[in-house]
């Protein structure tokens, strides 16, 4: 068996491990043919559907003009110091850009409150507050249909009886 299938992640890992995160790079195709790639952070839809990392961003910015000319996308969350502590996770999906102001400060809220931050109640923000807020930004909504992941942890460690034995034979 070939020791990615050792690494790889479970559907409740990835769901797991989303939901520990705060921070995702975003990689989207440049104007010129170079990936563009920005750190962002995300809310997280998870249903029996499936997946959808979400987040506001200026409407303006590089990386809407980029899913606008070209949806496909692609995603990296990672963590780790040690080799045996590496643990990621890389999605590919569209990135769907929506306008909806009330959805879009929802996200700002829950992306932010993922950082530690508290969530307050988005019906107590009034509008004009709200359109301060976004009034400049889209919302990017990306449903993964690919997934790739590692967990390092999951390898047998280097350092067993056994594997000692092995190389001091």
Known sequence: MPRKDDIRMTDEEIRAYLQEGHTVTLVTNG???YPHAVAMFYALDLTDDGVVLKFATYASS???KNAQKDPRCTLL???GHA???LRGLMMEGDAEIVTDLDETVQTMVEANARTGSPLPDVALIPDDVKRKMAG???LM???PSRFVSWDHG???SSKTPDAMKKSSS
């Open 136 to 138: 400049k930004r889209v």
């Open 77 to 79: 969350i990672e963590t």
């Open 31 to 33: 104007p010129k043919g």
């Open 62 to 64: 590089q990386k809407v």
């Open 141 to 143: 909504k990306i449903r």
């Open 154 to 156: 999951k390898l047998p």
């Open 83 to 85: 080799y045996s502590e």
